[in-house]
Every structure is written in structure tokens, then in C-alpha cells.
């Protein structure tokens, strides 16, 4: 098991900055990518950003030249720095980590943090 704890979320104004953490306890041994995705209300659960434990990233089109993604994985820990936020990043944000470990793969959530842009 992989547990993921979030934390930054908030509001901010249009054109302001964010950074999220993520940190994950638990058998972290088993990473292999971590990441964000947003949910907003009413719409399906969409990529922000993947990251590998090598740093290869990848992100949704909506947010790229805008958001970065970066990982300590001494610290078991992945960021997302935010700029130039737009009202239309309002959403709830989750951690992932996925984990491989004895030929079995799994993909673990953490609880979400809320960021609400304002115009």
C-alpha cells in the first residue's frame, strides 16, 4: 500500500502562482511514475502532469508552458508548480503514484486539494 497526502491548494487571482506537494509514505520502493490529475465539478478526471522516477515528464495540452512538475525521490515527493493560473484550472487536484511490485501494478490516489482561481 501507497498512501499520498496533499497539501497547497487554495485561491488565488488570475495570473498568480501555486505550488502543490505531494508526498507519499508507505511502499514507496514499489513508484515508478507520480503525478496530477483535476477533476472539476461535472467533468471527468483529466491528466495535469506525469513525471517518472528517471524525471521523463509528461503533460495534458491545456496546461503546458504553464504548470511543471518535478520529483525528490529521496523525499518520496512530487510538486507541481503552478503559474499564470487561469479560472478555468478551478478544480480539485489529485496525487497519483502508480507502483509496480511482484508482477502486479496498481494506481494509488491521494485526497485532493481544491484550487480555485478567481477572475
Known amino acids: 500500500q501507497v498512501q499520498l497526502v496533499e497539501s497547497g491548494g487554495g485561491l488565488v487571482q488570475a495570473g498568480g502562482s501555486l505550488k502543490l506537494s505531494c508526498a507519499a509514505s508507505g511502499r514507496t520502493w514499489s513508484i515508478y511514475n507520480m503525478g496530477w490529475y483535476l477533476q472539476a465539478p461535472g467533468k471527468q478526471r483529466e491528466l495535469v502532469a506525469q513525471?517518472?522516477?528517471?524525471?521523463?515528464?509528461n503533460y495534458g495540452e491545456s496546461v503546458k508552458g504553464r504548470f511543471t512538475i518535478s520529483r525528490d525521490n529521496a523525499k518520496n515527493t512530487v510538486y507541481l508548480q503552478m503559474n499564470s493560473l487561469k479560472p478555468e484550472d478551478t478544480a480539485v487536484y489529485y496525487c497519483n503514484a502508480d507502483t509496480r511490485g511482484f508482477g502486479v501494478e496498481n494506481r494509488y490516489w491521494g485526497q485532493g486539494t481544491q484550487v480555485t482561481v478567481s477572475s
Open positions: 513525471i517518472t522516477r528517471g524525471g521523463t515528464t
